[in-house]
C-alpha cells in the first residue's frame, strides 16, 4: 500500500473531493493505525463526503449517524428487542457495528450518548444487556462537529476527546479549488468512485508500517514534547502556565508516535524525523491541552501553545 498505492487512493478520493490533502491524509494515518479522527470545520467543507469516499475506496462498511439532542445510546449500539413469537428477547444491532463510523455534528449529542461511544472507542466492544460483541476490524470513528454552533450543541468531554487520535481543523478550500468544486457541481461532472484496497491490503500495510524505525532520540523527543504540555515552567514557557489548566495526558504520546510513523509510510520513507512529528503535533494535541479563562479571554488557542513548545523543544 506504499507510495504507489497510497497515490492511487488520493486520486480515486479526488473524483469527489477537490483539495483537503490534509484531511485526507489524517484519515489514512488514522486508518493505518486504527485511531479515531475528530473533523471540526464549518458546513459545507466536504467533511462527510471525504469518508464516504473513502469507505467506497477501501471497500469498507460504512454507516452514518446523525446526532440529535433527542438520541438515544441504543440509536448507536443497538437493543434487546422482545419477539413474542418466542417469547424472548433478540439483539438488535445498531450501526455501530462497521467498519466506518461516521459520527456526524457529534457535539449535537447529550452526555448520555457520548458516553456510549467510550466502551465502543476504546475496547472495540459493544455491551448490551448481558452480551458483549466484539467489532469487526478495522474499526474507526470519523467524527465531524460544527464549532460555530451553539444553539443546541454540547461540548464533548475531555474523556472522550482524549479517545480520539487527531483532532482536523478543516478550513476553506483555496479560491482555484472552489472554482474547480463549483464547475462540478454544476456540470454534475463526478466521476464514480471504484474500490482500489482490500481488507487484505490494509493488513500488509499496517505490518509493514511498524516496520518503520524510530531511532532513540526521536521516542524521546516525542515525549518531551508531550510533557511539556504539562511543565511548561521546565521548558522555559513559564509565561503561558497560567493558560493551560491541564496538558495532554500519556495517551497523546502514544498517538504521537504512532501518527509519526504513518506519515513516514505515507511519504516513502523508511524512518521518522522531527518533520514528521511536527506535521501531525497539533493534530494529535490540541483537543487535549485544556485551556483556562485567562487564555480565552486573552486569545490564546491550543495551536498557539503546540507552536512554542516545538520551538523550544530541542531538536535530536
Same mark, same amino acid.
Given at each position: 500500500?506504499?507510495?504507489?498505492?497510497?497515490?492511487?487512493?488520493?486520486?480515486?478520493?479526488?473524483?469527489?473531493?477537490?483539495?483537503?490533502?490534509?484531511?485526507?491524509?489524517?484519515?489514512?494515518?488514522?486508518?493505518?493505525?486504527?485511531?479515531?479522527?475528530?473533523?471540526e470545520g464549518v458546513p459545507g467543507l466536504a467533511k462527510t463526503t471525504t469518508v464516504n469516499a473513502l469507505?467506497?475506496?477501501?471497500?469498507?462498511?460504512?454507516?452514518?449517524?446523525?446526532?440529535?439532542?433527542?438520541?438515544?445510546?441504543?440509536?448507536?449500539?443497538?437493543?434487546?428487542?422482545?419477539?413474542?413469537?418466542?417469547?424472548?428477547?433478540?439483539?438488535?444491532?445498531?450501526?455501530?457495528?462497521?467498519?466506518?463510523?461516521?459520527a456526524d455534528e457529534i457535539n449535537r449529542a447529550p452526555a448520555k450518548v457520548q458516553s456510549a461511544l467510550?466502551?465502543?472507542?476504546?475496547?472495540?466492544? %459493544?455491551?448490551? #444487556?448481558?452480551? !458483549?460483541?466484539?467489532? $469487526? @476490524?478495522?474499526?474507526?470513528?470519523?467524527?465531524? &462537529? /460544527?464549532?460555530? *454552533?451553539?444553539?443546541?450543541?454540547?461540548?464533548?468531554?475531555?474523556?472522550?476527546?482524549?479517545?480520539?487520535?487527531?483532532? %482536523?481543523?478543516? #478550513?476553506?478550500? !483555496?479560491?482555484?479549488? $472552489? @472554482?474547480?468544486?463549483?464547475?462540478?457541481?454544476? &456540470? /454534475?461532472?463526478? *466521476?464514480?468512485?471504484?474500490?482500489?484496497?482490500?481488507?487484505?491490503?490494509?493488513?500488509?500495510?499496517?505490518?509493514?508500517?511498524?516496520?518503520?524505525?524510530?531511532?532513540?532520540?526521536?521516542? $524521546?523527543?516525542?515525549?518531551?514534547?508531550?510533557?511539556?504540555?504539562?511543565?511548561?515552567?521546565?521548558?522555559?514557557?513559564?509565561?503561558?502556565?497560567?493558560?493551560?489548566?491541564?496538558?495532554?495526558?500519556?495517551?497523546?504520546?502514544?498517538?504521537?508516535?504512532?501518527?509519526?510513523?504513518?506519515?513516514?509510510?505515507?511519504?516513502?520513507?523508511?524512518?521518522?524525523?522531527?518533520?514528521?512529528?511536527?506535521?501531525?503535533?497539533?493534530?494529535?494535541?490540541?483537543?487535549?491541552?485544556?485551556?483556562?479563562?485567562?487564555?480565552?479571554?486573552?486569545?490564546?488557542?491550543?495551536?498557539?501553545?503546540?507552536n512554542k513548545i516545538l520551538s523550544v523543544v530541542p531538536i535530536p
Amino acid at each position: 500500500m506504499r507510495s504507489t498505492l497510497i497515490e492511487e487512493i488520493k486520486q480515486e478520493i479526488s473524483k469527489s473531493v477537490v483539495g483537503q490533502e490534509k484531511m485526507i491524509e489524517s484519515l489514512l494515518i488514522g486508518l493505518l493505525c486504527q485511531g479515531h479522527i475528530l473533523l471540526e470545520g464549518v458546513p459545507g467543507l466536504a467533511k462527510t463526503t471525504t469518508v464516504n469516499a473513502l469507505s467506497r475506496v477501501l471497500g469498507l462498511k460504512f454507516k452514518r449517524v446523525q446526532f440529535t439532542p433527542d438520541l438515544l445510546p441504543s440509536d448507536i449500539v443497538g437493543t434487546e428487542i422482545y419477539d413474542p413469537a418466542t417469547n424472548s428477547f433478540k439483539i438488535k444491532h445498531g450501526p455501530v457495528f462497521t467498519n466506518l463510523l461516521l459520527a456526524d455534528e457529534i457535539n449535537r449529542a447529550p452526555a448520555k450518548v457520548q458516553s456510549a461511544l467510550l466502551e465502543v472507542m476504546q475496547e472495540r466492544q %459493544v455491551t448490551i #444487556g448481558d452480551d !458483549t460483541f466484539k467489532l $469487526e @476490524l478495522p474499526f474507526l470513528v470519523l467524527a465531524t &462537529q /460544527n464549532p460555530i *454552533e451553539h444553539e443546541g450543541a454540547y461540548a464533548l468531554p475531555e474523556a472522550q476527546l482524549d479517545r480520539f487520535m487527531m483532532k %482536523v481543523v478543516v #478550513g476553506y478550500n !483555496t479560491k482555484e479549488e $472552489e @472554482l474547480e468544486i463549483a464547475r462540478r457541481v454544476a &456540470q /454534475n461532472n463526478f *466521476e464514480t468512485i471504484e474500490q482500489k484496497v482490500t481488507k487484505e491490503d490494509i493488513d500488509v500495510a499496517v505490518k509493514e508500517m511498524r516496520s518503520i524505525h524510530l531511532d532513540p532520540q526521536i521516542e $524521546e523527543y516525542i515525549v518531551e514534547l508531550v510533557r511539556a504540555t504539562r511543565e511548561l515552567k521546565g521548558y522555559g514557557l513559564e509565561e503561558y502556565k497560567p493558560f493551560v489548566e491541564f496538558g495532554a495526558s500519556p495517551r497523546a504520546s502514544i498517538d504521537l508516535y504512532k501518527a509519526s510513523r504513518a506519515v513516514a509510510y505515507i511519504k516513502g520513507y523508511d524512518h521518522v524525523s522531527p518533520i514528521e512529528i511536527a506535521y501531525v503535533a497539533k493534530e494529535v494535541l490540541r483537543h487535549r491541552i485544556v485551556l483556562s479563562y485567562e487564555a480565552q479571554a486573552s486569545d490564546i488557542t491550543q495551536d498557539d501553545i503546540i507552536n512554542k513548545i516545538l520551538s523550544v523543544v530541542p531538536i535530536p
